[in-house]
């Protein structure tokens, strides 16, 4: 049963790792106006 605790805690610091990066990578994509409003842009363009 030991090395199924430890699994899961691994995969729960993986995912909450996981997660923090693409939050990290989502809020520096803020610092780059011109990339935001293109996208933005493309976004629109789709309806």
């Known amino acids: 049963m ?3 605790l430890l699994s899961s805690k691994l ?3 993986l995912a909450w790792l996981a997660a923090s ?3 990290l990578l989502t ?3 803020y610092t780059h106006p ?3 409003l293109k996208l ?3 976004v629109w363009l789709c309806f």
Request: hydrophobic content about 55%; aromatic content about 12%; charged content about 20%.
């Open 40 to 42: 933005a842009n493309q």
């Open 34 to 36: 011109d990339f935001m």
């Open 27 to 29: 809020f520096s994509l």
């Open 21 to 23: 990066a693409l939050l």
């Open 2 to 4: 030991r090395p199924r």
């Open 11 to 13: 995969l729960r610091a």
